[in-house]
């Protein structure tokens, strides 16, 4: 046993013994009942220099072996999402060269991703044509590289749109102008306030019907919708409505066990965390044994809860975190500075909870990594 000294929120330091379980196999094949991404992180080059708010710059090795890694999982990746701090930190010169390197290296490998084209190079306030222009530039490079789009919510387009029409008149341009099905993407304003409103209503049943309208009416270019409102009953209301072909793909990460059980996809950032253990559910459910899928996801939902609690937007620094303790990166240093967005006590419970799902694959290395945290923290 490996014990390490972990603070509590009562600033008493508990001794906490560390399992030791067998690390779960690298699956190899993507799942055949559901198609799974997992939106993947970026590794931040630790010694470049500048400062949090200059240009983005990142550890190209480690930042695309961690997407072999997730490949050889059977998973696909989401790539420059907003696990990727899209909108926290990654540029959008940054973000070309990631998704280049990424198509490249997924040819190299054989492993198969999508990518998110936005409107985040704009500064500022904006038009509508600013964000029309926006949306079709990065869905024109994403394209261009060979891959498959995911249309990212904007907050530039939330800021401009007066209503529904807006929303539909700028997505409508957008689909007829990809050459291939693209993902939509419906971001609750837990995981950015900036999007609040979004679709051009103010509740859930108002923003579903437009957001269903326009599918409706460009069923051909959809391959399915993202959404992430940590709501399931609003996911499933969705699901019912979509169109046959069309895919919904859970993005929630409080309950995503259930809803892919009951019948979602994935694209789902705490899928970058807990990839073996996901991996292994999803043959399990392939292979019809619901048991064995509820016992592999099932003590990750403590985990993937602490990871994605509010403030939401910070849990990219819980999912970095996690990728330092398992030897991912050799380093806890994020874009921007996020490292600092969680506690030390939010990160102490978080190497508690991934121990308890078994999700530490080398618990020597990761009690190591975790006392040179505590001791930089001064907790010793």
């Not at 949090?52 to 695309?64: H, N, S």
């Not at 890694?69 to 990654?90: F, I, N, P, S």
């Not at 959809?222 to 399931?232: E, F, H, T, Y």
């Not at 970058?272 to 292979?287: G, K, M, S, T, V």
Request: proline share 5%; charged share 20%; net charge negative.
């Amino acid at each position: 046993m490996t014990a390490v000294w972990l603070p509590r929120a009562d600033r008493a330091l508990e001794r906490y013994e560390v399992r030791t379980t067998e690390p779960l196999p690298v699956v190899g094949a993507e799942p055949r009942t559901r198609t799974a991404y997992a939106a993947a992180h970026v590794v931040a080059d630790p010694l470049a220099g500048g400062d949090p708010t200059g240009p983005a710059r990142l550890d190209w090795e480690a930042t695309l072996a961690f997407r072999r890694h997730l490949w050889a999982h059977g998973l696909r990746v989401a790539e420059a999402m907003d696990t990727a701090q899209r909108g926290m930190g990654l540029d959008w010169a940054a973000t070309q060269e990631l998704i280049a390197r990424s198509v490249a290296e997924a040819r190299a490998v054989g492993g198969q991703l999508a990518c998110g084209a936005g409107t985040d190079q704009l500064a500022g306030p904006a038009t509508l044509d600013d964000v029309r222009r926006a949306y079709a530039e990065q869905l024109e490079f994403v394209e261009g590289q060979g891959a498959p789009a995911i249309l990212m919510a904007s907050r530039a387009l939330a800021a401009a749109a007066t209503g529904p029409d807006d929303y539909r008149a700028i997505y409508g341009e957008l689909l007829a102008q990809a050459s291939e099905p693209v993902i939509l993407h419906w971001l609750g304003d837990m995981f950015d306030p900036a999007l609040t409103g979004y679709w051009g209503a103010s509740d859930f049943q108002g923003a579903a019907d437009v957001v269903v309208s326009i599918i409706e009416a460009h069923a051909d270019k959809v391959d399915g919708i993202k959404i992430s409102l940590l709501d399931a009953g609003s996911e499933v209301a969705l699901r019912e409505r979509l169109p046959a072909g069309v895919r919904m793909y859970t993005g929630d990460d409080f309950n995503y066990p259930e809803l892919i059980a009951s019948g979602s996809h994935a694209l789902l950032g705490i899928f970058d965390a807990i990839a073996p253990a996901a991996a292994a559910a999803l043959q399990a459910l392939d292979a019809g044994d619901r048991d064995r899928y509820d016992a592999l996801l099932e003590p990750t939902v403590p985990l993937a809860r602490h990871i994605f609690a509010a403030p939401t937007q910070f849990y990219k620094t819980g999912v970095v975190f996690l990728a330092y303790l398992n030897g991912h990166q050799r380093h806890f240093r994020m874009v921007g500075g996020l490292e600092s967005g969680r506690s030390v006590l939010h990160l102490a419970e978080l190497f508690v909870l991934a121990d308890q799902a078994g999700l530490l694959r080398d618990p020597e290395l990761a009690s190591a990594r975790m006392r040179l945290v505590l001791a930089l923290a001064g907790v010793e």
